[in-house]
Nanobody
Framework: QVQLVESGGGWVQAGGSLRLSCAAS????????MGWFRQAPGKEREFVAA????????YYPGSMKGRSTISRDNAKNTVYLLMNSLKPEDTAVYYC?????????????????WGQGTQVTVSS
């Protein structure tokens, strides 16, 4: 089992920045690809970014490409998501997820463990 706890969410004005953190415990953190997803009310869960086990290969195919940076610190068992130029449409609950193995993917059903989420609210 891997336990994931997100933090860093909150309220921010449009154009602002937030850095989310996700602390992992329970298994060897560096064995897992880590991803960030988000879900707005009434919408499906959406992929934001993912990073390889060694942190050298980030993946940003989603709507926050160019405005977000994913990173990880395997010594601290933590993955981060820095979000810039935030827009009201970025308002959502943000989840981190862990996937055992080497493949970096945007498919939420391929992730094995999930955190409880942290709310991000962007006001116009």
């Amino acid at each position: 089992q891997v336990q994931l706890v997100e933090s860093g969410g909150g309220w921010v004005q449009a154009g602002g920045s937030l850095r989310l953190s996700c602390a992992a415990s329970g298994r060897t953190f560096s064995n897992y690809v880590m991803g960030w997803f988000r879900q707005a009310p009434g919408k499906e869960r959406e992929f934001v970014a993912a990073v390889s086990r060694d942190g050298n290969s980030p993946y940003y195919p989603g709507s926050m490409k160019g405005r977000s940076t994913i990173s990880r610190d395997n010594a601290k068992n933590t993955v981060y998501l820095l979000m810039n130029s935030l827009k009201p449409e970025d308002t959502a609950v943000y989840y981190c997820a862990a996937r055992q193995g080497a493949i970096v993917t945007s498919s939420y059903d391929e992730y094995d463990y999930w955190g409880q989420g942290t709310q991000v609210t962007v006001s116009s």
